[in-house]
């Protein structure tokens, strides 16, 4: 494939509630079935719970904060699971390759902890892997756990090479070499992040890795959040409009192709032709001839980390 059609969608989940926001999700997804490639917010099921602490202060937390979290626990999608093939039956009807943020229970060990995952499915419906948050940001670090090397894939496809990582672990140089070191051709940023300087950051990316990037936000006002949700009176000092947005399709040259698009939700759309990834590198290749691995060397590991091991003695 040499023209890709790209979809970013920037939208507003069902907040807290699991199966409503996947039944939206895959909506969306098939609404965008003209594109090749698709990509929804991070978080987008079941929320990115802005404004909220779950009742935790340094040294204590509150029952309240526990409802909360139960909740936000209980609408996590688990991993694989039903809602998993849900989501993938939606790629097969849109004939699309699709990337969705997601809160992630694990479903091997159920162990309680979430993770803030992107997940990848292929046009055939089929489940690719997934991305694990690599280092939550600030208050984020009560409510998340840390992926690891394991899950830092970049998907060799029939349009390319297709990965990324989320929101504010693109502020990690380091991780994203592991991406552009994987030949990275379309990567995805889901964010969280609406402000005018993160458009900076997705423009740098761009030219640094001489791929194309997308940038995908929600959507959300306060009033989106449930009325009887535990402990919404933290959210009385948030503005109406809690997340403008912000979705945008870059060039290899970090020039604009969509958006950025602010103030509602909508479906930004770009055709990105790959012999531009090419023209790109004449004058920078950051894994090639601006390498100087004889200086600099980076090592990933891609081991996963198992906190119990079993082993025959």
Known sequence: MNIVTAAVVQATPVLFDLAKTIEKACDLIRSAAKADLILLPEAFIPAYPRGFGFGMKVGSRNDEGRKLWKRYSDNAIQVPGPDVDTLGKAAKDAKAHVCIGVIERDGYLDTGTLYC??????????FLGKHRKLKPTASERLIWGEGDGSTLPVFNTSMGKIGGLICWE????????????????????????????????????????????????????????????ATIEELD????????????????????????????????????NRDDLTKAKLDFDVIGHYARPDVFNLTVNTAPGQSVQFKNQ
């Not at 995952?117 to 089929?126: A, R, V």
């Not at 936000?217 to 009887?228: I, L, S």
């Not at 503005?239 to 479906?267: N, T």
């Open 170 to 229: 693109n502020y990690m140089p380091l991780a994203r070499m592991a991406m552009y070191g994987q030949g990275i051709e379309f990567y995805l940023a889901p964010t969280a992040d609406s402000r005018e300087s993160w458009q900076s950051t997705l423009q740098h990316i761009a030219l640094e890795g001489r791929c194309f990037v997308m940038g995908c936000n929600q959507y959300v006002e306060k009033k989106d959040y449930p009325a009887h949700l």
């Open 237 to 272: 000092s948030e503005p109406d409009i809690m997340c403008q947005g912000g979705s945008v399709i870059l060039s290899p040259m970090g020039e604009i192709l969509a958006g950025p698009l602010f103030g509602r939700e909508g479906i930004l759309y770009a055709d990105l």
């Open 117 to 126: 995952s992107m997940l990848y499915f292929g046009p055939d419906g089929q």
